[in-house]
């Protein structure tokens, strides 16, 4: 088990290096020894709503193997209030080295002021990092003419929220742009979790 843990670790290690060869910065802050913990934390996408239960935290999973646990604690309707609530309780059980966070899209369908909900993912980031954690938040659409016929972006409060935390942009709206991607109107089926697991994936080679 621990050549197996070792390998994972030295996989993760050299896809780092692979990423700072193409010109992609190591992530600031960002260590994952072996043994370290990945948080998934948020919404219906975090839960894996139409993955048929291969969302994108336990897909992520099994390509970490034994190395790197990731948790979920993902609550389906959850509001970025919600989380903020309960965020340091998470933290305190878990003692993550990154936490990955799906929150801001029923804020929007539940039309919560924008300035609301970026003051609360802010203050989720600030928890985080007083923790000792990296906090990364994959940006979620917003609602417009263009999204009717799926033509979907990243909601602008999602630019504003840059400089608090990692944000993974245009994932979401992609992938809830192609019907072949989706279970419904607002999450992915298992294909769709796949490529915000590669998008996650990506984020944690950039650690040293």
Do not use: W
């Not at 969302?55 to 903020?84: F, H, K, M, P």
């Not at 659409?141 to 840059?162: C, I, K, N, R």
Request: aromatic content about 2%; glycine content about 10%; proline content about 5%.
């Amino acid at each position: 088990m621990r050549r197996l843990a070792a390998g994972v670790a030295a996989l993760l290690a050299a896809a780092a290096l692979a990423a700072c060869s193409r010109g992609e910065s190591p992530l600031a802050g960002c260590h994952l020894p072996s043994g370290a913990t990945v948080l998934a934390i948020g919404d219906s996408l975090t839960r894996g709503q139409g993955g048929d239960g291969e969302g994108y935290a336990e897909q992520l999973q099994q390509r970490l193997g034994e190395a790197v646990t990731v948790v979920q604690r993902g609550i389906n309707g959850e509001r970025s209030d919600g989380l903020l609530a309960r965020i340091d309780d998470a933290l305190a059980e878990h003692r993550p080295a990154l936490v990955l966070i799906t929150s801001g899209g029923n804020d929007v369908l539940r039309r919560v002021p924008a300035e609301r909900t970026r003051a609360n993912l802010k203050a989720v980031a600030e928890r985080v990092r007083a923790a000792g954690a990296v906090p990364v938040i994959f940006a979620v659409p917003q609602p417009s003419v263009a999204a009717v016929v799926g033509l979907l972006d990243d909601h602008p409060l999602f630019d504003d929220l840059a400089g608090d935390l990692h944000v993974i942009p245009d994932v979401v709206a992609e992938v809830l742009s192609d019907d072949a991607l989706k279970a419904d109107a607002i999450h992915p089926n298992r294909a769709g979790y796949t490529r915000l697991a590669d998008a996650a994936a990506a984020v944690l080679q950039r650690c040293r």
